[in-house]
């Protein structure tokens, strides 16, 4: 069974940082794409980035790039999302997901975490 438990949510003001943690188990995750996505209230879910286990290559969306990196750690099976510069508006619950290299959807998610950026 796959668990994708994530951490590291909390407050902070305005032009603080996170580091949100991902923990996976439950099968080899080489093959794999992780991602995080968040969702704030009233609003849709929305893909924040995302890297494979297996090659450097990452993606971020706009709002985002130049303050967030994603990165991961092959033996702890972790993939971490570092936020700086946090703005009021990243404000949202934080999910990690997984999908394979080929597939077009991501199919397993954690639980989510709650980041709330003060003014």
């Known amino acids: 069974q796959v668990l994708l438990v994530e951490s590291g949510g909390g407050l902070v003001q305005a032009g603080g940082s996170l580091r949100l943690s991902c923990a996976a188990s439950?099968?080899?995750?080489?093959?794999?794409?992780m991602g995080w996505f968040r969702q704030a209230p009233g609003k849709e879910r929305e893909f924040v980035a995302s890297i494979s286990w297996s090659d450097v290559i990452t993606y971020y969306a706009d709002s985002v790039k130049g303050r967030f990196t994603i990165s991961r750690d092959n033996a702890k099976n972790t993939v971490y999302l570092q936020m700086n510069s946090l703005k009021p508006e990243d404000t949202a619950v934080y999910y990690c997901a997984s999908r394979t290299l080929s597939g077009n959807e991501y199919a397993d998610w954690g639980q989510g975490t709650q980041v709330t950026v003060y003014s």
């Open positions: 439950g099968r080899t995750f080489s093959n794999y794409r």
